[in-house]
């Protein structure tokens, strides 16, 4: 990680390296995967309301919602939501889950 020219190859191939062994592991098991896109707000969005933040700063360790004066470590707050995307996605038939990824909406039956 000191070459800087490597550091971005080598942390990326980390994480390639982790999540293709969870995609192992979870067929070897019968387990279900579920990734959620790599920009998914779960930081700066309230797991109360749904409403997003603008912009919040890493040192900002507390999310305050001002929209309902939700008050949650951030950590956590991003975790919360992150589990209703997960199940979001889960429950979701193919058709929404393939909008959710391009953010499209989805197209209705009949």
Not at 44 to 53: E, H, L, Q
Not at 85 to 90: H, P, T, V, Y
Request: include cysteine.
């Amino acid at each position: 990680m000191a070459n800087h020219k490597l550091a971005a190859a080598v942390a990326d191939m980390g994480f390639y390296e982790f999540r293709r062994q969870l995609e192992y592991k979870c067929e070897l098991y019968g387990s279900e995967l579920i990734i959620i896109d790599r920009w998914f707000p779960s930081s700066k969005t309230c797991s109360r309301c749904g409403a997003v933040k603008e912009s919040l700063l890493l040192s900002e360790r507390v999310f305050n919602c001002e929209h309902c004066n939700f008050s949650c470590e951030r950590d956590l707050n991003a975790a919360l939501n992150l589990v209703m995307a997960g199940s979001l996605l889960r429950n979701a038939s193919a058709n929404v889950r393939d909008s959710l990824w391009t953010g499209q909406a989805p197209t209705l039956p009949g």
